[in-house]
């Protein structure tokens, strides 16, 4: 199961730090993702990260204002996201990839967890 949470109500120009923790089917021998889906919006890939950390990719939208990291001793994922536009505001859901490297499609993840709700005020 994944759990993520952090998210909330900030303002524009703000950060948050959105965290994902795994238990029991999970394995940090696979990937990592975070999605997001706005309102009335499809879903879309945020950032993934390797099964070691390292290699990670961002999505256009966030790249250069948000970092992907993990702790495998924990079993945690994180998202850090600064600089926060309202065009952010999203549910924000993590998933467990398929394989050791990552992937922009949510095809490639099995294992998602439940959202956590990012609010951007202008």
């Known amino acids: 199961q994944l759990q993520a949470s952090g998210g909330g109500l900030v303002q524009a120009g703000g950060s948050l730090r959105l965290a994902c923790t795994s238990s029991g089917r999970t394995s940090s021998n696979n990937a990592m993702g975070w999605f997001r889906q706005p309102p009335n919006k499809e879903r879309e890939f945020v950032a993934t990260i390797a099964w070691r950390g390292g290699a990670a990719s961002y999505g256009d939208s966030v790249k250069g204002r948000s970092t992907i990291s993990r702790d495998n001793t924990r079993n945690t994922v994180y998202l850090q996201m600064n600089s926060l536009k309202p065009e952010d505001t999203a549910d924000y859901y993590c998933?467990?990839?398929?394989?050791?490297?990552?992937?922009?499609?949510?095809?490639?993840?099995?294992?998602w967890g439940q959202g956590t709700l990012v609010t951007v005020s202008s």
């Open positions: 998933a467990q990839g398929l394989r050791p490297y990552g992937s922009n499609k949510a095809s490639e993840y099995r294992y």
